[in-house]
Protein backbone atom coordinates (compact mmCIF):
# COMPACT_ATOMS: atom_id res chain seq x y z
CA UNK A 1 0.00 0.00 0.00
CA UNK A 2 1.59 3.26 -1.21
CA UNK A 3 2.14 5.86 1.92
CA UNK A 4 1.64 9.41 2.33
CA UNK A 5 4.99 11.07 0.81
CA UNK A 6 7.31 13.51 2.68
CA UNK A 7 8.18 16.81 1.93
CA UNK A 8 11.96 17.95 2.15
CA UNK A 9 12.87 21.41 1.78
CA UNK A 10 16.51 22.46 2.01
CA UNK A 11 17.24 26.30 2.04
CA UNK A 12 20.43 27.78 2.37
CA UNK A 13 21.68 31.36 3.59
CA UNK A 14 24.71 33.21 3.03
CA UNK A 15 27.21 34.40 6.19
CA UNK A 16 28.00 38.23 5.79
CA UNK A 17 30.16 40.62 6.27
CA UNK A 18 30.14 44.33 6.91
CA UNK A 19 31.75 46.65 4.35
CA UNK A 20 30.72 49.44 6.58
CA UNK A 21 30.10 49.19 10.67
CA UNK A 22 29.49 52.74 12.05
CA UNK A 23 28.33 52.33 15.84
CA UNK A 24 26.56 54.70 17.73
CA UNK A 25 26.30 55.34 21.70
CA UNK A 26 23.82 52.30 23.28
CA UNK A 27 20.20 53.13 23.37
CA UNK A 28 18.09 52.76 26.14
CA UNK A 29 17.50 49.44 25.44
CA UNK A 30 20.85 49.08 26.06
CA UNK A 31 21.28 48.29 21.52
CA UNK A 32 23.46 50.00 19.70
CA UNK A 33 22.52 51.95 16.75
CA UNK A 34 24.39 50.89 13.15
CA UNK A 35 24.25 52.30 10.18
CA UNK A 36 25.90 49.33 8.39
CA UNK A 37 26.45 48.16 4.38
CA UNK A 38 26.20 44.33 4.62
CA UNK A 39 27.37 42.13 2.22
CA UNK A 40 26.39 38.13 1.77
CA UNK A 41 29.68 36.14 0.61
CA UNK A 42 29.67 32.64 -0.83
CA UNK A 43 30.20 30.56 2.63
CA UNK A 44 27.10 29.27 3.73
CA UNK A 45 24.65 26.91 6.32
CA UNK A 46 22.07 24.54 4.74
CA UNK A 47 18.74 23.71 6.99
CA UNK A 48 16.57 20.77 5.52
CA UNK A 49 12.97 20.07 7.17
CA UNK A 50 11.14 17.48 6.76
CA UNK A 51 7.71 16.11 7.94
CA UNK A 52 7.33 14.79 11.76
CA UNK A 53 5.07 14.29 14.53
CA UNK A 54 7.45 16.37 17.12
CA UNK A 55 10.49 18.73 16.57
CA UNK A 56 14.21 17.73 16.39
CA UNK A 57 17.14 19.15 15.13
CA UNK A 58 20.32 17.90 14.24
CA UNK A 59 23.93 19.60 13.72
CA UNK A 60 26.25 18.34 11.31
CA UNK A 61 29.60 20.92 10.62
CA UNK A 62 32.26 21.68 8.34
CA UNK A 63 35.21 20.16 9.10
CA UNK A 64 36.58 23.26 10.90
CA UNK A 65 33.72 24.00 12.89
CA UNK A 66 33.74 22.78 16.32
CA UNK A 67 30.45 20.28 16.86
CA UNK A 68 30.09 21.37 20.62
CA UNK A 69 30.43 25.42 19.85
CA UNK A 70 26.77 25.00 17.77
CA UNK A 71 24.08 25.70 21.00
CA UNK A 72 22.47 22.37 21.27
CA UNK A 73 19.08 21.49 20.68
CA UNK A 74 16.63 23.40 22.78
CA UNK A 75 19.12 26.32 23.05
CA UNK A 76 19.67 26.92 19.06
CA UNK A 77 18.23 30.03 17.42
CA UNK A 78 16.39 27.77 14.55
CA UNK A 79 14.48 26.15 17.83
CA UNK A 80 13.18 30.16 18.61
CA UNK A 81 12.52 30.48 15.07
CA UNK A 82 10.22 27.75 14.91
CA UNK A 83 8.54 28.39 17.70
CA UNK A 84 8.02 32.29 16.96
CA UNK A 85 6.90 31.28 13.54
CA UNK A 86 4.37 28.36 14.93
CA UNK A 87 2.78 30.79 16.87
CA UNK A 88 2.68 34.10 14.45
CA UNK A 89 0.54 30.77 12.53
CA UNK A 90 -1.34 29.31 15.68
CA UNK A 91 0.27 26.16 15.01
CA UNK A 92 2.74 23.72 17.08
CA UNK A 93 6.38 23.45 15.78
CA UNK A 94 6.71 20.14 13.80
CA UNK A 95 9.58 19.23 12.10
CA UNK A 96 12.75 17.06 11.69
CA UNK A 97 15.62 19.67 11.15
CA UNK A 98 19.33 19.33 10.09
CA UNK A 99 21.53 22.39 9.98
CA UNK A 100 25.16 21.59 8.25
CA UNK A 101 27.27 24.81 9.21
CA UNK A 102 29.87 25.59 6.74
CA UNK A 103 29.76 29.23 8.42
CA UNK A 104 32.12 29.43 11.83
CA UNK A 105 30.04 30.02 14.80
CA UNK A 106 31.22 33.38 17.02
CA UNK A 107 33.09 34.46 13.88
CA UNK A 108 31.60 37.39 13.08
CA UNK A 109 30.08 36.55 9.95
CA UNK A 110 26.28 36.12 11.77
CA UNK A 111 26.12 32.11 10.90
CA UNK A 112 23.36 31.91 13.92
CA UNK A 113 21.67 34.54 11.78
CA UNK A 114 21.97 32.66 8.72
CA UNK A 115 20.58 29.64 10.09
CA UNK A 116 17.55 31.41 11.77
CA UNK A 117 16.54 33.06 8.41
CA UNK A 118 17.30 29.50 6.27
CA UNK A 119 14.95 27.93 8.92
CA UNK A 120 12.48 30.29 8.80
CA UNK A 121 11.75 30.06 4.99
CA UNK A 122 12.16 26.19 5.06
CA UNK A 123 9.30 26.18 7.91
CA UNK A 124 7.32 28.32 5.89
CA UNK A 125 7.14 25.82 2.93
CA UNK A 126 6.86 22.87 5.42
CA UNK A 127 3.79 24.33 7.18
CA UNK A 128 2.60 25.61 3.51
CA UNK A 129 1.86 29.01 5.62
CA UNK A 130 2.87 31.00 2.61
CA UNK A 131 4.21 34.07 5.44
CA UNK A 132 3.91 37.48 3.51
CA UNK A 133 7.43 38.37 3.07
CA UNK A 134 6.84 41.77 5.93
CA UNK A 135 5.76 39.16 8.55
CA UNK A 136 8.81 37.19 7.90
CA UNK A 137 11.46 39.88 7.90
CA UNK A 138 9.44 41.14 11.44
CA UNK A 139 10.27 37.49 12.87
CA UNK A 140 13.19 37.61 11.24
CA UNK A 141 14.33 40.95 13.52
CA UNK A 142 12.98 39.67 16.63
CA UNK A 143 15.16 37.02 16.60
CA UNK A 144 18.21 39.18 15.91
CA UNK A 145 19.48 42.02 14.35
CA UNK A 146 21.62 40.47 11.30
CA UNK A 147 18.65 38.19 10.51
CA UNK A 148 16.81 40.33 8.14
CA UNK A 149 19.84 40.91 5.86
CA UNK A 150 20.36 36.92 6.27
CA UNK A 151 17.03 36.66 4.58
CA UNK A 152 17.49 39.80 1.42
CA UNK A 153 21.07 39.40 0.80
CA UNK A 154 23.32 40.65 -1.95
CA UNK A 155 24.66 44.32 -0.29
CA UNK A 156 22.31 45.83 1.88
CA UNK A 157 22.10 49.29 4.02
CA UNK A 158 21.12 48.14 7.76
CA UNK A 159 20.28 50.92 10.05
CA UNK A 160 18.05 50.97 13.56
CA UNK A 161 20.13 47.99 15.35
CA UNK A 162 20.68 46.51 12.11
CA UNK A 163 17.51 45.32 11.71
CA UNK A 164 15.89 47.38 8.95
CA UNK A 165 17.62 46.77 5.38
CA UNK A 166 17.07 48.27 1.66
CA UNK A 167 18.80 46.97 -0.50
CA UNK A 168 22.33 48.66 -2.62
CA UNK A 169 22.82 48.28 -6.09
CA UNK A 170 25.98 46.53 -6.23
CA UNK A 171 27.24 44.92 -10.01
CA UNK A 172 30.36 44.19 -9.11
CA UNK A 173 31.90 40.82 -7.89
CA UNK A 174 34.17 41.14 -4.64
CA UNK A 175 36.88 38.71 -3.76
CA UNK A 176 37.40 38.17 -0.23
CA UNK A 177 39.97 35.74 1.42
CA UNK A 178 38.47 34.85 5.27
CA UNK A 179 40.92 34.23 8.18
CA UNK A 180 39.12 32.23 10.35
CA UNK A 181 39.99 31.78 13.59
CA UNK A 182 39.80 28.77 16.01
CA UNK A 183 38.90 30.77 19.22
CA UNK A 184 35.72 32.69 18.85
CA UNK A 185 34.41 35.86 20.43
CA UNK A 186 31.14 36.79 21.77
CA UNK A 187 29.43 39.68 20.08
CA UNK A 188 28.07 41.22 22.93
CA UNK A 189 31.40 41.42 24.92
CA UNK A 190 32.72 43.22 22.10
CA UNK A 191 29.96 45.59 21.83
CA UNK A 192 30.61 46.11 25.56
CA UNK A 193 34.47 46.76 25.30
CA UNK A 194 33.34 49.45 22.74
CA UNK A 195 31.48 51.07 25.36
CA UNK A 196 34.09 51.09 27.57
CA UNK A 197 36.78 51.81 25.01
CA UNK A 198 34.73 54.87 23.89
CA UNK A 199 32.49 56.17 26.39
CA UNK A 200 31.82 59.82 24.44
CA UNK A 201 30.82 57.65 20.81
CA UNK A 202 27.67 60.11 19.39
CA UNK A 203 24.60 58.67 19.27
CA UNK A 204 24.72 59.01 15.65
CA UNK A 205 26.98 56.53 13.78
CA UNK A 206 29.57 57.12 11.21
CA UNK A 207 27.49 57.28 8.22
CA UNK A 208 28.48 55.01 5.08
CA UNK A 209 28.53 57.37 2.69
CA UNK A 210 32.01 57.44 0.91
CA UNK A 211 31.83 53.12 1.45
CA UNK A 212 28.85 53.64 -1.00
CA UNK A 213 30.19 55.50 -3.98
CA UNK A 214 33.31 53.58 -3.91
CA UNK A 215 30.84 50.33 -4.39
CA UNK A 216 29.16 52.71 -7.23
CA UNK A 217 32.46 53.36 -8.56
CA UNK A 218 33.18 48.81 -8.81
CA UNK A 219 36.70 50.08 -8.10
CA UNK A 220 38.45 47.51 -5.21
CA UNK A 221 41.10 49.90 -4.78
CA UNK A 222 38.70 52.76 -4.11
CA UNK A 223 36.19 50.23 -1.89
CA UNK A 224 39.63 49.07 0.23
CA UNK A 225 40.11 52.69 1.47
CA UNK A 226 36.48 53.29 2.47
CA UNK A 227 36.28 49.66 4.74
CA UNK A 228 35.25 50.78 8.16
CA UNK A 229 35.02 48.86 11.22
CA UNK A 230 33.83 50.41 14.16
CA UNK A 231 34.33 47.43 15.99
CA UNK A 232 37.60 46.77 14.92
CA UNK A 233 39.39 48.29 17.82
CA UNK A 234 37.54 46.83 20.67
CA UNK A 235 38.04 43.30 18.81
CA UNK A 236 41.81 44.09 18.39
CA UNK A 237 41.87 45.04 22.11
CA UNK A 238 40.48 41.71 22.99
CA UNK A 239 42.34 39.76 20.78
CA UNK A 240 45.66 41.74 20.04
CA UNK A 241 46.81 38.68 17.81
CA UNK A 242 44.76 39.41 15.33
CA UNK A 243 46.24 42.86 14.47
CA UNK A 244 49.23 40.78 13.04
CA UNK A 245 46.82 38.85 10.70
CA UNK A 246 45.55 41.85 9.29
CA UNK A 247 49.24 43.55 8.44
CA UNK A 248 50.27 40.06 7.71
CA UNK A 249 47.40 39.89 4.76
CA UNK A 250 48.19 43.63 3.75
CA UNK A 251 51.95 42.81 3.15
CA UNK A 252 50.91 39.94 1.42
CA UNK A 253 49.58 42.00 -1.48
CA UNK A 254 45.68 42.25 0.22
CA UNK A 255 44.49 45.38 -0.72
CA UNK A 256 42.79 45.68 3.07
CA UNK A 257 42.74 43.61 5.79
CA UNK A 258 39.40 44.23 7.91
CA UNK A 259 37.76 42.19 11.30
CA UNK A 260 34.32 41.17 10.31
CA UNK A 261 31.98 42.29 12.19
CA UNK A 262 32.50 41.76 15.47
CA UNK A 263 35.23 39.36 14.91
CA UNK A 264 37.46 37.46 15.25
CA UNK A 265 37.81 36.52 11.78
CA UNK A 266 39.86 38.43 9.13
CA UNK A 267 38.55 39.29 5.75
CA UNK A 268 41.06 40.61 3.10
CA UNK A 269 39.71 42.34 -0.08
CA UNK A 270 40.91 41.17 -3.53
CA UNK A 271 41.46 42.01 -6.82
CA UNK A 272 40.11 39.09 -8.56
CA UNK A 273 39.68 35.20 -7.74
CA UNK A 274 43.23 34.57 -8.88
CA UNK A 275 44.66 37.34 -6.57
CA UNK A 276 42.16 36.01 -3.75
CA UNK A 277 43.54 32.18 -3.94
CA UNK A 278 47.25 34.01 -3.98
CA UNK A 279 46.42 35.61 -0.88
CA UNK A 280 44.93 32.43 0.99
CA UNK A 281 48.03 30.43 -0.06
CA UNK A 282 50.44 32.95 1.13
CA UNK A 283 48.10 33.02 4.78
CA UNK A 284 48.27 28.87 5.16
CA UNK A 285 51.92 29.02 4.17
CA UNK A 286 52.77 31.75 6.85
CA UNK A 287 52.10 29.13 9.38
CA UNK A 288 55.67 26.94 8.66
CA UNK A 289 55.42 24.29 10.86
CA UNK A 290 52.83 25.11 13.36
CA UNK A 291 49.10 24.26 12.50
CA UNK A 292 48.01 25.94 9.61
CA UNK A 293 44.71 28.72 9.91
CA UNK A 294 41.70 27.74 7.92
CA UNK A 295 42.02 29.77 5.18
CA UNK A 296 38.71 30.31 2.64
CA UNK A 297 37.91 32.49 -0.31
CA UNK A 298 34.48 33.62 -1.09
CA UNK A 299 32.96 36.31 -3.08
CA UNK A 300 30.02 38.62 -3.23
CA UNK A 301 27.50 39.51 -3.32
CA UNK A 302 25.00 36.68 -3.66
CA UNK A 303 21.79 35.89 -2.99
CA UNK A 304 19.98 35.53 0.81
CA UNK A 305 18.62 32.95 2.13
CA UNK A 306 17.12 30.56 -0.72
CA UNK A 307 15.35 27.16 -1.73
CA UNK A 308 18.01 24.51 -3.11
CA UNK A 309 16.30 21.12 -3.01
CA UNK A 310 12.34 21.11 -2.95
CA UNK A 311 10.89 17.31 -2.85
CA UNK A 312 8.40 14.79 -1.80
CA UNK A 313 9.90 11.88 -0.98
CA UNK A 314 8.00 7.88 -0.70
CA UNK A 315 7.43 8.19 2.99
CA UNK A 316 8.81 4.51 3.79
CA UNK A 317 8.71 4.90 7.64
O1 LIG B 1 20.59 41.33 17.79
P1 LIG B 1 21.48 40.23 18.24
O2 LIG B 1 20.75 39.16 19.04
O3 LIG B 1 22.29 39.64 17.15
O4 LIG B 1 22.51 40.88 19.24
C1 LIG B 1 23.35 40.14 20.08
C2 LIG B 1 23.94 41.08 21.11
O5 LIG B 1 24.86 41.98 20.46
C3 LIG B 1 22.93 41.97 21.79
O6 LIG B 1 22.37 41.34 22.91
C4 LIG B 1 23.78 43.16 22.19
O7 LIG B 1 24.55 42.86 23.32
C5 LIG B 1 24.75 43.27 21.01
N1 LIG B 1 24.26 44.22 19.97
C6 LIG B 1 24.23 45.57 20.23
N2 LIG B 1 23.79 46.44 19.26
C7 LIG B 1 23.40 45.98 18.06
C8 LIG B 1 23.42 44.60 17.77
C9 LIG B 1 23.86 43.74 18.75
O8 LIG B 1 24.58 46.00 21.33
N3 LIG B 1 23.00 46.85 17.12
Known sequence: M???SSLVTTVRAPAKINLHLGVGAPREDGM????????AIGLYDDVTVRDAGSWGLGVTV????????VPQHGDNIIDRAAALLAAHHGLEPRGEVHVTKSIPVAGGMAGGSADAAAALVALDRLWAVN???EDLLAIA???G???PFALLGGTALGTGRGEIVDPVADDNTWWWVLRLSPVGLSTPDVYRHFDRM???APPTPAPADALLAALASQDPEALAATLHNDLQAPA???RPDLEKQLAFGEAEGALRGLVSGSGPTCVYLCESGDHARAVAGALVASAGDAAPPVVLVANGPVAGAHVVEYSHLEDHR
Open 32 to 39: HPLVTVYQ
Open 131 to 133: TPD
Open 145 to 147: SDV
Open 236 to 238: LDL
Open 2 to 4: SRP
Open 62 to 69: ADYVAHDS
Open 198 to 200: FPD
Open 141 to 143: AEL
